[in-house]
């Protein structure tokens, strides 16, 4: 009778455990989903000489829908083929999912050598360790850290980071790539403006929209902190291949000018060799003055909806509207006068006087709505800007 007890107890404790493991099994599948639906992010992985995941670390935003925990940091190791939760196999805790001192200042998580714990204080500055380890004895640990090992007790590893996972760090490079690699970034380059500062503010705009920071989750602390922190120079390799990609752009549209005849070979192999021999750090973030004469139609800072011909009548258009103001003022205002001085009407002259206050105000009016309205169209791309026309104008003409 107790042999029988004892057997249907052990049955019942296998079912549970397999059961658990299922459903720890489904749970990576289930955050996949929850990444893909930008309710989680990706932020580590690490994987083996045999390119298999061992190991992934995660932050949610949407604790309470996913997981009634009480906080968003999880990570999972592999274990039998799959990758799970850390747990207590007496009690079926869960060590591996929940505030970060929760995840990482446990007794089964250890950082760096020698047993020690991530501080609380590395949550707002979070960057992945580079290494993972494990010890998959009966009381399962998981260590990170910078170095190549974890102590004796941690005899799996050390699991690298995987530097071409699409983490969410490797979403806000590439984004900070592209930003760099964008053809409208091209004259700021050839003026030397630093691009930099520019960069930090349209990723955060980009993460803030993308992730519905602000309204629906606040924005994690480390996510601001690597933007600030962003390296945009050579260090990145990115951004190296970004400013090579706009190099032989502008060497592109060089060689263009020499095949429509606009000027010789000579010239351009100068030009060319004066962009190869640019540093990205001295394009990015230093003043450069050599100008590369990129063709405007090429360069979407002087590439204009209704093109040169059609920029140019609307802007001399809106010339001849603010010159025409004073012109009118003067001639309608000095008519006024001459009628008032002829008749020798005093009640007269104060009439035209008051015209011609009205007519000033109108002037003015006329002098700025012109104005408001060319900047309105250059920024919409509508037309091109003046400078644009000076520099360009005369070769897009020959």
């Known amino acids: 009778m107790k042999k029988r007890s004892f057997l249907n107890t052990l049955l019942i404790l296998t079912v549970l455990f397999m059961s658990t493991m299922n459903v720890l099994a489904d749970t990576e599948i289930g955050m996949d989903k929850t990444v893909q639906e930008k309710k989680a992010i990706l932020l580590c992985e690490y994987k083996d000489n045999e390119n298999n995941v061992q190991n992934r670390i995660y932050y949610i935003f949407d604790t309470t829908n996913y997981t009634n925990q009480s906080g968003p940091w999880v990570y999972f190791y592999r274990l039998n083929g799959s990758l ?34 991530m501080e609380s204080s590395f949550e707002n500055t979070f960057k992945c360790p580079k290494n993972a380890f494990a010890d998959l004895d009966f009381f399962d640990e998981v ?50 403006s630093d691009l930099t ?49 706009l190099k032989n752009h502008a060497k592109q549209e060089i060689q263009k000018q020499v095949d429509e005849g606009k000027i010789t070979q000579e010239v351009a192999d100068k030009k060319i060799e004066e962009i190869e021999d640019k540093k990205t750090e001295d394009i990015i973030a230093s003043v450069n003055k050599v100008s590369t004469n990129i063709n405007m139609r090429d360069d ?99």
Do not use: H, W
């Not at 196999?89 to 995840?103: C, E, I, W, Y």
């Not at 803030?208 to 690597?226: C, D, H, K, L, R």
């Open 84 to 117: 799970r939760y850390l747990m207590n196999p007496v009690t079926n805790a869960n060590f591996s999912l929940g505030k970060f001192d929760q995840v990482f200042q446990n007794a089964r998580t250890s950082y760096q050598q020698d047993g020690k714990r």
């Open 143 to 192: 260590c990170y850290g910078d170095f190549d090992t974890c102590g004796t007790n941690f005899e799996y590893g050390p699991f690298k980071l995987n530097e071409e996972a699409n983490t969410f760090y490797k979403i806000i490079d590439d984004y900070a790539a592209s930003l760099i690699a964008d053809k409208s970034n091209i004259d700021l380059l050839i003026k030397g």
């Open 197 to 245: 500062n520019s960069i930090r503010q349209k990723l955060k705009s980009y993460i803030i929209s993308n992730y519905q920071f602000g309204t629906s989750y606040a924005m994690p602390g480390f996510v601001e902190y690597y933007i600030d922190n962003l390296k945009i120079d050579s260090s990145n390799v990115k951004v190296t291949q970004a400013i090579s990609d």
């Open 300 to 398: 979407p800072n002087c590439n204009g909806l209704l093109g040169t011909d059609m920029s140019i009548i609307i802007n001399n258009i809106f010339k001849f509207v603010q010159y025409l103001g004073p012109v009118l003022i003067a001639a309608f205002s000095t008519v006024d006068f001459l009628k008032a001085a002829t008749q020798g009407d005093d009640g007269q002259m104060k009439k035209a006087a008051e015209r011609l206050m009205k007519r000033i105000i109108c002037g003015i009016l006329l002098f700025f709505v012109p104005l408001i309205c060319s900047i309105i169209l250059d920024i919409g791309g509508i037309t091109l800007t003046e400078t644009c026309i000076e520099r360009y104008g005369t070769q897009e003409s020959q």
